[in-house]
Nanobody
């Protein structure tokens, strides 16, 4: 069982930065690939970024490439999402999720544990 708690969301102006954190408790975090997803009002939850169990492989959706960076610290049981050059279209609730294997995947159905989400609002 893994529990995930996101933090770091907030209100920021376009062009600004935020760093989201996802703290995991329970067993197995260091063995699992992790992902960030987001859901804007009235839209489906979409993939943002994923990272392998050891941080060696990362993947991003095209719209955030070059702006967002996913990373993890297995000693702290935490995964991060550094978001730079934020745009109003990045406004959404951001969710952290965990797979049950170490391989990263961009598909929502491949993730088993989910956090409650943290709101990010980017003003123009």
């Amino acid at each position: 069982q893994v529990q995930l708690v996101e933090s770091g969301g907030g209100l920021v102006q376009a062009g600004g930065s935020l760093k989201l954190s996802c703290a995991a408790s329970g067993r197995g975090f260091s063995s699992y690939a992790m992902g960030w997803f987001r859901q804007a009002t009235g839209k489906e939850r979409e993939f943002v970024a994923t990272i392998s169990w050891n941080g060696g492989n990362t993947y991003y959706t095209d719209s955030v490439k070059g702006r967002f960076t996913i990373s993890r610290d297995n000693a702290k049981n935490t995964v991060y999402l550094q978001m730079n050059s934020l745009k109003p279209e990045d406004t959404a609730v951001y969710y952290c999720a965990s797979r049950l294997t170490g391989l990263p995947r961009p598909t929502r159905d491949d993730y088993y544990y989910w956090g409650q989400g943290t709101q990010v609002i980017v003003s123009s």
